[in-house]
């Protein structure tokens, strides 16, 4: 895995990039490729990259070119399937320099233009500078697993794999949070692409080609999740018995791959539920013999997942470690997690997730496999039950038994909102009349997260003012929506808003880069995708049992303990890290008066409130949701502020560029 930067002249007087902009874009990615650096200029373009050398490790650097080397690349990511691709391209007559999946992308593009990114099966972001056409192509994968943001700023066009390289490159771009961005955040737990936090910062959306050519831009998915209609049409057309068998050999081949496809060690997560215990019984069938896992542990019990996480190390034989968490390690750490995620979060989740990667990376691992995807292909998350259960009261809303299936979700909680039935009614019972409307699913969610903004500022207010983000949002949603099941549309508002914005950016890509190591997620694989959409609705959640036709799978795999057992998704202590004798001193720094006014994100004094009510309660495990996504939320707020816009990222000490290549110029 690798960072990706560049800059494009898009009008004739724009300045040709340099050298040292070049550099200060790699170096503030050098987390992401600490093992190489390399540069491509000519007078309308420069590229950066830096390198975490995975495939090919002698002769992979980058940027890397065709033949006659008018076609330059610079990548972020896997091409799981190049070994297949570079066949067909050898075919058709392409010659290869190098082993590397990346150049097969290079041919393919030569061979296919925009069509080869339907081709690869993998997680990437790319940027393709055709010399020749004096175009630029940017694309990122179906899922947004790897990101990409771009900026224009004085007739130049700026992209990264993060924002703080685009910062980097030019101290004049201007910076300062989007508000509509914040907005988003504040609704849905991130942004939803193409916006972005930052104020002039978009985000390609993932499975889209971008392509900038003679002052205009054309963009087009190349990539949707597709789901059956009620017709029938794209359904899988075998029984459960014959799902159970595909589901088995996709994700056997997604995990083989992902597993043997490195010329480096690859190790695994073990969380301790069913998603990485199956993906690590699969990668050891696939590599055959001992590898490294590691487990997070936490001092909370609540949150902890030790005992299921040991049976699985038994039944592997692997060499595992493991760090524990308390809730100083979160609060020392958060900082650097906002610098990372470069986005405010409403959970604290990722940071344990920053020390597990860290202490993958000092176990000398580069690459892990995780469960991530899991929950969304196939239905395993708590709203999806929820909405079911919802759905089937609204048919009879006077129901006095239908509401009790609500007490059957949240079983992990200490707190859960179905704990006393009344206030549960209540809120659950919200709307039931819409159940056929277009996120009926997430309404009870992006309701709860909405009322935070009563801690936003005039300011903030002022500058969305007749905003409506979700009617936005639902303007969006393709025109075969309706004719989904209702699952696969609960499916598919999870995938376009939590998936890669908050789950594979903030906990995974951006948790895993910052130490240097590149995460795989076999349940993500095309293929496996593929197949997850066309099931049938009850093959995923059959009845209120989740990820039923995955559980069938695993069957024989995995100890029937991990099997049995109750779902408890991953979380971590939230409000609570920040408050008692161990909060560090940033902590109150970022709560002052002062500083709240300065991000003008926030109401000084309804946020003073909440975080009296807070320090007040500093020994009480029972903080509320709202509470505590209160708190992190501001925190993180204020953190990113604090980091992005009163501060100006440098990019940090200058790094070693093994490969400069230039065109064109006399310097």
């Not at 292909?377 to 919802?390: L, N, P, S, T």
């Not at 066309?534 to 995995?558: F, N, Q, T």
């Amino acid at each position: 895995m690798c960072g990706i930067a560049g800059i494009v002249c898009l009008q004739p007087e724009a300045a040709t990039p340099t050298r040292e902009e070049l550099g200060r874009m790699a170096g503030a990615l050098r987390h992401r490729g600490p093992d190489e650096f390399g540069i491509y200029r000519d007078r309308r373009a420069g590229l950066a990259h830096a390198r975490l050398s995975i495939i090919d490790l002698s002769t992979g650097q980058q940027p890397l070119a065709n033949e006659d080397e008018t076609l330059w690349i610079v990548f972020n990511g896997e091409i799981f399937n190049y070994l297949e691709l570079r066949d067909e391209l050898l075919a058709l007559g392409h010659t290869f320099r190098t082993r590397s999946d990346t150049e097969v992308i290079v041919h393919a593009y030569e061979a296919w233009g925009a069509d080869a990114f339907e081709r690869f099966n993998g997680q990437w972001a790319v940027a393709l500078w055709d010399s020749r056409r004096q175009a630029l192509v940017l694309a990122r994968d179906r899922l947004g697993v790897r990101p990409l943001y771009v900026a224009t700023h004085k007739g130049r066009l700026y992209f990264a794999s993060e924002v703080k390289s685009i910062f980097a490159a030019d101290p004049s771009l201007p910076r300062g949070l989007d508000p509509v961005g914040v907005e988003q955040t504040f609704t849905f737990w991130t942004v939803v692409p193409p916006q972005g936090v930052f104020a002039g910062i978009s985000e390609l959306p993932p499975g889209f080609v971008r392509t900038y050519h003679n002052g205009d831009m054309e963009e087009h998915a190349f990539w949707t999740p597709r789901y059956p209609t009620e017709d029938g049409a794209g359904s899988f057309k075998g029984s459960l018995e014959d799902a159970t068998v595909a589901v088995r050999a996709a994700l056997e081949a997604a995990t083989s791959l992902r597993m043997l496809r490195a010329d480096v060690p690859v190790g695994s997560y073990l969380s301790g539920g069913l998603d990485s215990s199956l993906v690590a019984s699969l990668a050891l069938a696939a590599k055959g013999q001992r590898f490294s896992t590691f487990s997070l542990r936490f001092d909370d019990v609540e949150y902890d997942e030790t005992e299921f996480q040991r049976l699985m190390v038994q039944r592997l034989g692997s060499a595992h470690q493991e760090v524990v968490v308390s809730r100083a390690d979160i609060a020392n750490v958060f900082p650097d997690v906002i610098a990372h995620t470069e986005r405010p979060i409403l959970r604290t989740a990722p940071a344990p997730l920053f020390l597990l990667s860290r202490l993958v990376r000092q176990a000398g691992i580069k690459v892990v496999l995780t469960g991530e995807g899991a929950d969304e292909m196939f239905a395993g998350y708590d709203i999806f039950r929820e909405a079911k259960v919802r759905r089937f009261w609204a048919r009879q809303p006077n129901s006095r038994l239908r509401p009790r299936l609500l007490e059957r979700l949240y079983p992990y909680l200490a707190r859960s909102p179905v704990a006393q039935q009344a206030m549960a009614r209540q809120f659950f019972g919200r709307n039931l009349a819409g159940f056929r409307a277009p996120g009926f699913s997430h309404d009870t969610r992006w309701h709860t997260t909405s009322a935070l903004k009563r801690l936003f500022s005039p300011a903030q207010r002022e500058a969305v003012r007749g905003q409506d983000v979700i009617a936005d949002f639902v303007r969006t949603l393709p025109d075969d929506f309706a004719r989904w099941s209702f699952l696969a549309q609960d499916q598919y508002i999870e995938v376009r808003t939590l998936l890669s914005g908050y789950l594979l950016s903030s906990q995974g890509d951006r948790m895993l880069m910052a130490n240097s190591v590149e995460g795989r997620f076999p349940f993500l694989d095309r293929n496996v995708v593929a197949l997850a959409d066309s099931l049938p609705a009850d093959y995923k959640l059959r009845v209120l049992d989740e990820k039923h036709v995955v559980k069938r799978a695993a069957r024989g795999l995995i100890p029937d303990e991990i099997l049995r057992r109750k779902k408890q998704p991953y979380r971590a202590p939230d409000a609570l890290s920040f408050v008692g004798p161990h909060a560090p001193g940033w902590v109150d720094e970022m709560m002052t008066e002062s500083a709240l006014r300065d991000s003008g994100v926030f109401d000084p004094t309804a946020v003073s409130k909440l975080w009296r009510k807070c320090r007040d309660r500093q020994s009480d495990a029972q903080f509320s949701n709202a509470d505590n996504m209160a708190v992190v939320g501001v925190l993180s707020t204020q953190l990113l502020h604090h980091q992005f816009i009163r501060r100006t990222p440098d990019g940090g000490p200058a790094v070693p560029i093994k490969t400069i290549v230039e065109k064109g110029l006399t310097s």
